[in-house]
């Protein structure tokens, strides 16, 4: 017990204390999340994953077995969400919330600081991968799985090139293939720009959590907490024993499978009217609940 309190103060607690900080300001000063959120989205974060992947001693085979590892754990949840929405009847507008919010977790606010500490850099290298994945399927299949009753592919395909992170990850495997190196004063810019994400993360993370309204319904929300913290870790432990992974790349691609619904997925349920007050609830409720998962989940992982 004394172990899992030292994980959960030394791994968890900084990520909800400096959530928090984003949660009393928006509370107090009733500041809109949106501003930062676009700094992060356009900005920070392209500047992130550019110069984890440029600075990390990643192969092709590393990035191309994480970016798959993610996408198939991303896509089993999606599936057994959906069935257990099915056998549940519920409603396609909750079907399609639940599913959302099951499928897409939070591998960027919560998971790259969780990663960071308690497996360090080279484990952040393979983090952002599965943050890229994520954030690619987040506005394909799941701009889908919001608007199932009208879903349209040519849509989702042109949101694909709309999302920062694409341009900076071709850009960094650009430089990872051809040995190219920056100007200093190029390289400095972008890390500074990339150091500043992972806390702007987490005060964005508390700012938007303000929003979050409990009223959901019994059935959905059992189903999406159940699969976002229990079922999806487990898909990834199996799968991650059934191919072979070990070391860094295990412990951040397991870690990231069980974060908590994204933040992300209120934007996509609102935009689609699927459930966005269901939505938002869970990504609250998940993310309360979530320590009480991804600490003893630390500890087999070696934290």
């Keep these: 017990m004394n172990e899992l309190l030292v994980i959960f103060l030394n791994n968890l607690l900084p990520i909800f204390l400096a959530a928090g900080a984003g949660y009393f300001v928006s509370q107090k000063l009733n500041v809109s999340p949106r501003p930062l959120s676009q700094v992060i989205f356009y900005i920070f974060s392209p500047c992130l994953i550019f110069t984890l992947l440029t600075k990390s001693e990643l192969s092709d085979g590393d990035i191309l077995l994480t970016s798959l590892f993610a996408a198939t ?40 600081p969780v990663v960071l500490f308690a497996f360090g850099e080279t484990a952040l290298g393979y983090a952002s991968l599965f943050f890229v994945t994520n954030a690619i399927l987040s506005y394909t ?55 500043a994400s992972i806390p702007a993360m987490l005060v964005l993370l508390g700012m938007q959590l303000k929003s979050a309204n409990l009223s959901g319904q019994a059935a959905p929300m059992t189903i999406t907490v159940g699969m976002r913290l229990l079922v999806s870790p487990l898909l990834a432990l199996a799968l991650g024993l059934i191919i072979g992974l ?32 269901f939505v938002t609830a869970a990504v609250f409720v998940t993310t309360l609940l979530s320590p009480l998962t991804i600490t003893p989940l630390l500890a087999y992982l070696g934290a």
């Design 73 to 112: 754990v991303i896509i089993l949840v999606g599936a057994l969400a959906f069935l257990a929405g099915k056998i549940a009847h519920l409603e396609r507008s909750t079907l399609a919330a639940v599913v959302l919010a099951s499928m897409i977790m939070n591998s960027g606010n919560f998971g790259l």
């Design 246 to 277: 070990s070391g860094p790349v295990r412990q951040a691609a397991t870690l990231e499978a069980a974060m908590p619904t994204a933040v992300l997925t209120t934007v996509l349920a609102t935009e689609y009217n699927a459930r966005p007050t």
């Design 141 to 195: 299949l799941g701009v889908m799985t919001a608007s199932m009753s009208s879903v349209n592919l040519g849509q989702a395909f042109t949101n694909l090139f709309k999302i920062p992170f694409i341009y900076a990850l071709g850009l960094a495997l650009v430089f990872m293939r051809t040995g190219w190196q920056m100007p200093m004063f190029l390289e400095r810019t972008t890390t500074l720009l990339g150091d």
